[in-house]
């Protein structure tokens, strides 16, 4: 019986066991080469007395070695076998310390500007932002994506048109025309992945550093924040009954960029009105200035038909639209759309393709078939009509008098309503109580910029959606506010 060969080197501690020997191997040589157990220039085992000493087979080895070689670690020298290579130059390299400050102004700033992360877990009452996804008709868009999967024509496998899918822009344009009133060519279409992105592009292609952008105050804050890193000066303007305060836009000054949810403002749920449309049009031609007008929820019109998005009455070519699918199917589908004046659409489609080149096209082409086959359509209808229950759950179930709570309003669109409190602390203390209950609630006062101008206690509310989930668990969970709040 052959005696265990004494080693130049010293490989102690190096185990192998269980599956993936020869990676495991790899990792410990080269762990030992970096940090100079293995000096460099020192030779090492001939693979058959290193797969005796460590109780594998030589393959193993020999697959360790070929991985090493590759990446430079060791060296064959012919008739005189392998060596480790010189990597000193590496050890040498002190590692860098930890920065306690964002190393660039742009990092900087986005340490101020950056979106929370999303709620986790299936739906409960009452986020916002999350339609009745329950009902959407999965079976239906598997069939359909199974279809296109099955047997995609070569065509479309490579890259595509940054501009999008042209079926799919075709059939937004023609759905634009039939259910919004806003008539646009293809051509002026962009595909997305959902509005933030659509935001986001508007913020790059119109925002130059220190540019004042409006956005309304209480707003929504993620396209705040997408102005804000491309190095917008923000300039919060008041939200009243009639909407965005066009007086105080106008007094603004230097500023040619305004960010708008006129059919449902975000969080106040108001709707801006029509003269106040006219008067924002009228500011953007004399400024030579962009409206970017954010229609996210505007197929849920509760009374009537839905509004004509203020582009429809844009004859300047100053209004870029934002809508998206995300409201109407899923947030996770990541589908949305930008209407552009003429003038724009190639320029957005370009830059489009230097962040993501194009779109995902089976989820495209699927949403394509989706609403040619009329799918699309009837889902629209569903998804308004168990929109309106479940507001009416809320409204009807609601406690009628909560001490330092205003009544509900009058909700006539859109998937949530706001609802004032007197003040800050009596917010805090509603909204502590109800997530500590399970209840999710978003403080109305989370959605302002700092403003002096606006009493802090005035700034106090409830945001309530209504539409994630289904009235039965709308109905528990107001009475599980009732306990958690005393009531």
Not at 160 to 185: I, K
Not at 398 to 414: M, T
Request: aromatic fraction near 6%; charge should be positive.
């Amino acid at each position: 019986m052959s005696a265990t060969p004494l080693l130049p080197v010293d490989l102690s501690g190096i185990r192998l066991s269980g599956a993936g020997l020869a990676r495991q191997l790899y990792q410990g040589l080269r762990e030992r080469i970096l940090d100079g157990r293995l000096a460099g220039r020192s030779r090492l085992p001939a693979s058959r007395d290193l797969a005796r000493v460590l109780g594998v087979s030589r393959n193993t080895v020999t697959r360790a070695l070929d991985q090493l070689y590759a990446e430079g670690y060791i060296e064959g020298r012919v008739g005189d076998g392998t060596y480790v290579a010189d990597v000193a130059g590496l050890r040498a390299t002190p590692a860098l310390p930890v920065q306690a400050s964002p190393a660039s102004a742009a990092l900087a700033v986005l340490h101020e500007h950056h979106l929370p992360l999303p709620p986790t877990g299936a739906p409960r009452a009452f986020r916002i932002g999350v339609p009745a996804y329950d009902l959407f008709p999965f079976e239906t868009w598997a069939r359909l994506q199974a279809r296109f999967w099955r047997k995609p024509s070569a065509a479309r496998l490579g890259y595509g048109d940054p501009a999008g899918d042209a079926t799919l822009r075709e059939l937004v344009a023609a759905y634009l025309r039939s259910s919004r009133g806003l008539n646009c060519d293809p051509a002026q279409i962009v595909i997305t992945c959902g509005a933030q992105q659509a935001i986001s592009l508007c913020a790059q292609l119109l925002v130059q550093p220190g540019d004042r952008v409006a956005v309304e105050n209480p707003g929504y804050r993620a396209a705040g924040h997408a102005f804000a890193v491309a190095g917008a000066e923000l300039c919060g303007v008041a939200v009243d009954g009639d909407g965005l305060d066009t007086a105080a836009l106008q007094a603004l000054g230097d500023c040619r960029l305004a960010y708008v949810t006129p059919s449902h403002q975000y969080p106040t749920g108001v709707t801006l009105s029509l003269a106040r449309r006219l008067e924002l049009l009228e500011w953007a031609q004399r400024r030579d200035g962009w409206i970017i007008e954010d229609d996210y929820d505007g197929e849920y019109r509760y009374s009537g038909t839905p509004l004509a998005p203020l582009a429809a009455l844009d004859r300047q070519g100053r209004v870029l639209y934002v809508g998206t699918f995300c409201k109407i199917a899923f947030p996770a589908l990541r589908l949305g759309y930008l209407v552009l004046p003429p003038a724009l659409a190639e320029a957005f489609a370009r830059r489009r393709a230097i962040d993501m080149r194009h779109s995902e096209v089976g989820t495209q082409a699927v949403m394509a078939e989706f609403i040619a086959a009329g799918h699309f359509q009837r889902h629209v209808r569903r998804m308004r009509a168990a929109a309106r229950a479940r507001r009416d759950a809320l409204l009807a179930h609601w406690p009628q008098a909560i001490p330092g709570c205003a009544p509900l309003p009058s909700v006539e669109a859109g998937l949530h309503l706001c609802v004032r409190v007197a003040s800050i602390a009596r917010e805090r203390e509603l909204v502590a109580a109800a997530r500590a209950a399970g209840v999710e609630m978003n403080p109305l006062s989370s959605y302002w910029l700092d403003d002096d101008a606006v009493p802090v206690d005035a700034r106090a509310g409830l945001v309530l959606g209504f539409a994630a989930v289904p009235e039965a668990q709308i109905v528990e969970a107001i009475a599980t506010l009732r306990r958690a709040w005393k009531l």
